[in-house]
């Protein structure tokens, strides 16, 4: 009877402890194998496309639009005319400038005649002071006449050439009713239309944007928390809205030209207005770059979604930042967990390089193959049936 006691004490005591091993779940890990990739840390960032080689024709004389020959999309040559504008008010004064001239020269015959009759007289008063038959005092006189007659020239002469620099200015200007493409490209917006009148008094008003579409220029906006990682010559790339709709969106890819050393200026119109606290003011530096647009596929103010790669790490050993964690201590040091299969799971400490968005380059500490741990989960170890 004792025995059957301490028999049934045991059986209990093990069901007891088997019980209490099976509601201790056990931990399963989701692992990754380590393989290559090709990691690359960018900055991204939002710009706007613009032509590189654009003029704005405006017109440098005052008065109605005759004739505009073009409108928005043209595509013109350099020479091309434009624009007519009402030649009447220039055609009128140059032709009262070219009658002035010809009074002044008129004037100027004249004088010479009169030069010339001075000059005789004084040379005859000259020989008749040599032979004693004149008085000095009209010997002084003729030589007088002479040199007041000489001046007179000079003036008339200097005048004339007055006129023709006026008389070329207003030509000009009459010139500058008839505008010519100052270079070969598009139309690209037209703000006059014709019968319009221009008042070009104390600004030249602008008639049209013409612009070479060969080649586009990407205005890039990039914070200032990233700028100090751009330089000129660094591989850029970008996409534009439209593309969002292909599976895969044309990417256009180039180097940046230049960086510009200051952000963009206010907006003047904003002075004396009060000033936002520093703490909501977004500094961004501009970025540029080229890109070749044969295929007329890019437009002025397309928005651009652009990537510039400040590093790259090709088939690197690369794990998901996901699966990173700090270590305990001075900053910058990382760890992951690797699960062995002879030891289990442990903690092993990384050194990193580039890193992407998603990716790190893992320089030392880690090998192509391994299996890294990237999550777990605790499962029951009582059998389905018996869960509830």
């Known amino acids: 009877m004792k025995r059957r006691w301490i028999m049934a004490a045991v059986v209990l005591a093990a069901g007891a402890g088997l019980t209490a091993w099976m509601a201790q779940p056990t931990v399963q890990h989701q692992t990754e194998t380590v393989r290559r990739h090709d990691v690359e840390a960018s900055v991204t960032a939002i710009g706007t496309l613009q032509p590189r080689r654009f003029v704005d024709v405006g017109v440098q004389v005052s008065g109605q639009i005759r004739r505009l020959h073009v409108a928005a999309g043209d595509t013109v040559r350099q020479g091309q005319l434009l624009v007519e504008i009402d030649p009447s008010v220039q055609q009128a004064v140059v032709d009262a400038g070219r009658a002035q001239l010809q009074a002044l020269r008129a004037q100027l015959a004249e004088e010479e005649a009169q030069w010339q009759l001075a000059r005789d007289q004084a040379a005859r008063q000259q020989r008749l002071d040599a032979d004693g038959a004149t008085r000095g005092e009209d010997v002084q006189t003729a030589q007088a006449e002479l040199a007041v007659r000489s001046a007179r020239l000079d003036q008339w002469r200097a005048q004339i050439a007055q006129t023709r620099a006026t008389q070329r200015a207003d030509e000009a200007r009459l010139g500058y009713t008839r505008i010519y493409a100052p270079m070969d490209g598009t139309v690209i917006g037209v703000e006059a239309r014709e019968g319009q009148t221009l008042n070009a008094t104390y600004q030249t008003p602008r008639v049209l944007r013409l612009a070479d579409l060969a080649t586009m220029?990407?205005?890039?906006?990039?914070?200032?928390?990233?700028?100090?990682?751009?330089?000129?010559?660094?591989?850029?790339?970008?996409?534009?809205?439209?593309?969002?709709?292909?599976?895969?969106?044309?990417?256009?890819?180039?180097?940046?030209?230049?960086?510009?050393?200051?952000?963009?200026?206010?907006?003047?119109?904003?002075?004396?207005?009060?000033?936002?606290?520093?703490?909501?003011?977004?500094?961004?530096?501009?970025?540029?770059?080229?890109?070749?647009?044969?295929?007329?596929?890019?437009?002025?103010?397309?928005?651009?979604?652009?990537?510039?790669?400040?590093?790259?790490?090709?088939?690197?050993?690369?794990?998901?930042?996901?699966?990173?964690?700090?270590?305990?201590?001075?900053?910058?040091?990382?760890?992951?967990?690797?699960?062995?299969?002879?030891?289990?799971?442990?903690?092993?400490?990384?050194?990193?390089?580039?890193?992407?968005?998603?990716?790190?380059?893992?320089?030392?500490?880690?090998?192509?193959?391994?299996?890294?741990?990237?999550?777990?989960?605790?499962?029951?170890?009582?059998?389905?049936?018996?869960?509830?």
């Open 217 to 388: 220029t990407v205005w890039t906006e990039v914070s200032e928390a990233d700028i100090g990682r751009v330089r000129a010559g660094m591989p850029a790339s970008f996409t534009t809205l439209g593309g969002e709709d292909q599976a895969q969106p044309r990417r256009w890819h180039s180097r940046v030209r230049q960086v510009l050393p200051a952000p963009p200026l206010a907006d003047k119109s904003a002075e004396g207005a009060a000033a936002a606290p520093a703490a909501t003011k977004a500094v961004t530096y501009t970025v540029l770059f080229d890109v070749d647009n044969a295929d007329g596929a890019l437009l002025p103010q397309m928005t651009a979604q652009v990537g510039l790669r400040v590093a790259q790490a090709p088939q690197a050993v690369a794990v998901p930042l996901s699966a990173l964690q700090p270590v305990p201590g001075p900053p910058g040091r990382t760890q992951v967990r690797v699960l062995d299969a002879r030891i289990g799971a442990q903690v092993r400490e990384v050194q990193l390089g580039v890193r992407s968005r998603h990716l790190a380059e893992v320089t030392q500490g880690l090998a192509e193959g391994e299996q890294l741990i990237v999550g777990e989960t605790q499962v029951s170890r009582w059998p389905a049936w018996l869960q509830w």
